[in-house]
């Protein structure tokens, strides 16, 4: 696909983030896609920053997670971040997360976003930064 916008980053479990056991307790994960979804946004200019500066919040209203393998204390993780492209009011991210050492699949995750304005009420429609950015990463044609 040619318009797939994809990221990657790299995160190193910490201590603070395992369990007795030594491995890595399932809430961090979203500490993981956090970092991935920063990062995505950095690359193409559609961070958090961007959507205050806009007058958006971006709250997730979904999130779905499977666990593969095993990840513990020291691992370095790289996640691999995507933005799913849908003509809704809505940002989707599907992520996979591989451990670096062997390069396995550890995780896989999906999030969707809605949009709110200032109010904190839902937007039906894209807001126009979020068209202007689909124009300006190539997702969308620009008008004539």
């Known amino acids: 696909m040619d318009n797939m916008l994809t990221d990657r980053t790299e995160v190193k479990v910490r201590f603070g983030e395992v ?10 994960y979203v500490k993981y896609i956090e970092e991935g979804r920063e990062s995505f946004g950095h690359r193409y200019g559609i ?3 961007d959507f205050q ?11 779905q997670f499977k666990y593969k393998k ?3 204390y020291g691992d370095r993780l790289t996640v691999e971040t995507e933005y799913i492209d849908d003509e809704a009011a809505k940002l989707i991210f599907r992520f996979r997360i591989y451990r670096k050492s062997d390069g396995e ?3 896989t995750a999906e999030t969707t976003q809605v949009f709110l304005d200032s109010k904190g009420e839902m937007l039906l429609y894209p ?3 979020i068209l ?4 300006k990463v190539g997702l969308l044609k620009v008008a004539v």
């Open 53 to 63: 500066a806009n007058g958006l919040m971006a709250p997730v209203v979904s999130m």
């Open 19 to 28: 369990d007795s056991m030594g491995i890595v307790w399932h809430g961090n």
């Open 105 to 107: 699949l550890v995780a």
């Open 47 to 49: 961070s958090y920053l």
């Open 127 to 129: 807001p126009d930064f």
């Open 70 to 72: 095993q990840v513990r």
């Open 132 to 135: 202007d950015w689909k124009r």
